[in-house]
């Protein structure tokens, strides 16, 4: 019983980490995406 809580428990862990991670990548995906086109516009 209380190695299921345990794994339990590491799994939670893991999935926030995956869902922290997974959102942090998507937003730098964003920024470039919205960097590449800011500079599009521009006539630099």
Do not use: D, W, Y
């Not at 209380?2 to 730098?28: D, M, N, P, Q, W």
């Amino acid at each position: 019983m209380h190695e299921a809580a345990e794994r339990v428990c590491l799994i939670k862990a893991c999935s926030e980490s995956c869902a922290s991670r997974t959102i942090h990548i998507v937003k730098g995906l964003i920024k470039k995406r919205l960097f590449s086109q800011v500079r599009m516009r521009l006539p630099i």
